[in-house]
């Protein structure tokens, strides 16, 4: 196995459904060890993608690779390499939490002993040791959400999907979910994830690929997705209304583009090249024009903006990005 | 580069929790999802299929009893103003009938579980599994039969209660026994096949509302002979009626008088219509749930 080549390869895969395309040749790489985020609205084709790709699905025509087998003719090889959580909690209701670990520990030919020990250890992991011997039945959304995680980690696989993982989980749960992938990742493992909320995606990708009506419209990382539409912006606020048209002529000669000025806020915005030296800059020459400022920031555009760039171009598409329920407790 | 070597295993910390099981605990284990792994996953899944009754113990026991009421209900409520064609004790008559109804009953189990598992997710579960696929069917079968066997002895001991009789030996009424689990095992592919088409455990009713006819237009309640000319002919080659017909015969019940052709060939009809309906369904199910992944 060529230590280079990347752990998930997908090239040109087409679904369709009736007269529908679900995925119109969607290309997707994931090297070895990194994380991929799918970015992408409703019905983008995110889940076709993962379903593909865990070898639930089979694809109208591409081909994908993951761990090095080809998902539609070494269906069995894939599957022992992989964990999946899918979009909806697929776990027994009636068994106990333990019970599922356990029949998915023994499912996956681990044996009776080592599933017993590997369930009593997600069971711990995920904050569940307490209600192990409960029917899921009772659980909660996030208990359930947690358990279905751990379900997905019995062979601490080589690829690891996950459909919208923190999709119905409040803030605590969803930032258990982030350490417990990060930590997976620092253990070798290659993870796919698909999710709307961009923060997620900001917080967790090496890459991000995102998607719409099929196919892939933009790909890189966080960083390049966001300078795609422009680089940092200087944002100034200034104390004197009168000093407006001041600040504006020296920022004039520090900015790589036309300034935005909005007199009754006493703010001022413009690109600029280089970041840092655009800041000492600016705050050197407003010095030296003895011009007081109340706020001075260099600001990055967000991936929501990205991605309504990417996205919502077109009219048509309206997307209101899910945002996390209230805001993240880290 | 060969083909088969173990692809890239993560280097687990020692001691991290979630890593503490290295992927290759499965490939050590031979070619996933290999036939020899066919028997022991399934004994797996019967087992899963197993603690759901134990977890459940009141279902479990109002689907044993259901069938002893509906004997109870018709034994005793209608079974006084039942004279049967060629003469007998009704309630002899009726209890070969119970037990097939008993069977026709139990598709409505494998339908409700089967259906439960596809529309929850958990059957996507076990598909990205590196188990063995047919364990998840052969796995419901062996669970089923089992609940089948359990549902007929507690049958049969209400049937012995109010004074229903083997007549004939043990040998021939264990042959009707086996007349009846089979018929069980046809619906079990009726059921399977039903449930991956819906996929939706909520369309149970449906069922219900489809197995209840089906039941009483045969002769687990009535003769045909007693029935209206077309009405008749429909309970003669109801599958059900020749599987409760050969029971009569093998146990010695009264058969409420059958002369068509049907009736007088119970015993082998009961064993071709299951082996048919086996035949059309087996395949149908097998096919549906290939299609799964379409
Ligand atoms: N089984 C199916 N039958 C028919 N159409 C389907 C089926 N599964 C998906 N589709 C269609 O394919 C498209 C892509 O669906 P998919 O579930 O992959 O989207 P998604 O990106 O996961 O959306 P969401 O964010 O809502 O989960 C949608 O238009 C959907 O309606
Ligand atoms: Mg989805």
Known sequence: MDATRPTVVAEGLCKRYGGKEA???????????AVC???????????????????????????????GFDVVRQGPEVRARIGLVGQQAAVDEILSGRQNLELFGRLSHLGARAAAHRADELLARFGLADTGAKAVKGYSGGMRRRLDLAAGLIL?????????????LDPRGRNEVWASIRELVGSGTTVVLTTQYLEEADRLADTICVIDAGRAIARGTPDELKNAIGGDRIAIVVREAADVAGAARVIERIASGPVEVDPDRRRLGAPVADRMAALTETVRALAEAGIETEDIALRRPTLDEVFFSLTANDGSKLWTPARPDREEAA | MTTSTPTPTPTHATGAPV????????????????LHWAIPDAWTMTRRNLAHWVRQPAQVLIGLLFPVMTVLLFGYLFGGGMTLPGGGDYRAFLVPGMFAMAMLFGLETTFAAVSTDAARGVTDRFRSLPMAPSAVVTGRAVADMLYAAAGLAVMVG??????????????????????????????LWVGIFLALV??????????????????????????????????????????????????????????????????QHAVPMAVVWPLLIVAVFFPLSVRRYRRLGR
Do not use: H, Y
């Open chain 1, 23 to 33: 995925l119109a040749g969607l290309d997707l790489t994931v090297p070895a060890g």
């Open chain 1, 37 to 67: 985020a799918v970015l992408g609205p409703n019905g983008a084709g995110k889940t076709t993608a993962v379903r593909i790709l865990a070898t639930l699905l089979r694809p109208d025509g591409g081909r994908a690779e993951v761990a």
């Open chain 1, 156 to 168: 601490a696989p080589v690829v690891l999907f996950l459909d919208e993982p923190t999709t119905g």
């Open chain 2, 19 to 34: 890593a503490s099981v290295a992927p290759t605990g499965a490939l050590a284990a031979g070619a996933p999802g290999g």
């Open chain 2, 158 to 187: 209400a049937g012995l209660a109010i004074g229903w009789r083997w007549e004939q030996g043990i040998g021939r009424a264990l042959a009707a026994f086996g007349l009846l689990l089979l018929l069980r095992f046809a619906l």
């Open chain 2, 198 to 263: 819906v996929e939706s455990p909520e369309m149970l009713v449906a069922i219900q509302i489809l197995v209840w006819p089906l039941g009483f237009l045969s002769n687990a309640f009535a003769a045909p002979a007693t029935m209206p000319g077309w009405l008749g002919t429909v309970a003669a080659w109801n599958p059900l009626s020749s599987t409760v017909a050969a029971g009569r015969a093998l146990f010695g019940n009264p058969d409420g008088g059958g002369e068509s052709w049907i009736a």
